[in-house]
């Protein structure tokens, strides 16, 4: 699976919107862009995922660039319930392991 | 609401104690899987099972650590003998296995603590 890069931490406004970037510049065609979060002490929880189309659910929008190569998840109105560690993990069509880097630490602030 | 069940929640024990840590994945997943998290190494994959056949246990100590699906509804890891360096969180999760959703469903975890 193709490698990740992602800032180590963020700030945002609570209600303002979160974006937080994730470069995969070695993606292949067939790999899909995950994201998970971890609230302290808690498991990881899926957020979205998404191939090469923009993706949207109750949670948050996902955009991927047209080259693949990177891409940036969104929460529109963020909340500090949001304050968590955000991995961004690229995985192959059939490999059913999840391969967590390092992730970005992400901080609401009120 | 479904969702992956993990006991115990705390386990403190001292070095050379067998340790055993319970999965109870969500019904009619079929894939489970054992991570554990550390500050240094972060999340990492010991071992994962589809249809309670183990697929992958390249993760884990093979002298020490041990994991099995005795049945569908239970999945255990267990360790023996234990050692400081186990001290950590360990977490379960579940999957449909379908391959383009891939979403799995963790447990709250297991905080272990070997002095």
């Known amino acids: 699976d193709a490698k990740t890069t992602q800032p180590p931490s963020m700030d945002c406004a609570e209600g303002r919107a979160a974006n937080l970037p994730c470069n995969h510049s070695t993606i292949s065609g067939n790999e899909y862009v995950y994201w998970y979060r971890q609230i302290h002490s808690q498991g990881p929880q899926y957020i979205i995922h998404?191939?090469?189309n923009n993706e949207t659910n109750e949670m948050a929008s996902l955009i991927i660039t047209e080259d693949r190569k990177s891409s940036t998840l969104i929460l529109p109105h963020a909340t500090l319930r949001d304050t968590a560690v955000y991995y961004c993990i690229v995985k192959g069509f059939g490999n059913e392991k999840l391969t967590f880097g390092t992730g970005t630490r992400l901080t609401i602030i009120p | 609401d479904a969702r992956v069940t993990q006991t115990p929640r705390h386990k403190v024990t001292e070095m050379g104690q067998e340790v055993t840590m319970r999965c109870q994945p969500i019904?009619?997943?079929?894939?489970v899987f054992w991570y554990r998290q550390t500050m240094m190494q972060g999340l990492e994959l010991l071992a994962y099972?589809?249809?309670?056949?183990?697929?992958?246990d390249s993760g884990m100590p093979k002298d020490r650590f041990s994991a099995e699906m005795p049945d569908a509804t239970l999945a255990t890891l267990k360790i023996q003998p234990s050692e400081p360096r186990d001290s950590a969180v360990y977490f379960c999760?579940?999957?449909?296995?379908?391959?383009?959703?891939?979403?799995?469903?963790f447990g709250e975890g297991s905080r272990l603590t070997v002095l």
């Open positions: 998404g191939l090469k």
């Open positions: 999760a579940s999957g449909t296995g379908q391959q383009n959703t891939g979403e799995l469903f």
């Open positions: 019904l009619g997943h079929n894939t």
């Open positions: 099972f589809r249809n309670r056949a183990p697929l992958d």
